[in-house]
Nanobody, 115 residues
Framework: QARPVESGGGSVQPGGSLNLSCAASGFTFGAKDMWWVRQAPGKVLEWVASISSMSNVIWYRDSVRGRFIVSRDNAKNIMYLQLNSLKLEDTAIYYC????????RGQGTQVTVSS
């Protein structure tokens, strides 16, 4: 099974925004619930957001709710994560995955928030 390809990361100041993308292939993307997970330096992998296959159920971890927005385009096999009002503690490698444990994740995209 091919791994997804995450992109869109970068370096921003606190309060900034980024828009991450996850391009999936090798599986029936439109039939799967998808997750964004992240791993900060020296910390364990944690889930950030999830979106059901038809986008009708969306979850966010408390620390990002109200700041991040997850969406998907099943016709394009792409999932997005809009990151707004970024904080220093959002610094991490962000991955898309097929469950909250990070299964099937790609190489990730680095998000660095620093002043």
């Amino acid at each position: 099974q091919a791994r997804p390809v995450e992109s869109g990361g970068g370096s921003v100041q606190p309060g900034g925004s980024l828009n991450l993308s996850c391009a999936a292939s090798g599986f029936t993307f439109g039939a799967k619930d998808m997750w964004w997970v992240r791993q900060a330096p020296g910390k364990v992998l944690e889930w950030v957001a999830s979106i059901s296959s038809m986008s009708n159920v969306i979850w966010y971890r408390d620390s990002v709710r109200g700041r991040f927005i997850v969406s998907r385009d099943n016709a394009k096999n792409i999932m997005y994560l809009q990151l707004n009002s970024l904080k220093l503690e959002d610094t991490a490698i962000y991955y898309c995955a097929t469950n909250k444990y990070g299964s099937g994740r790609g190489q990730g995209t680095q998000v660095t928030v620093s002043s």
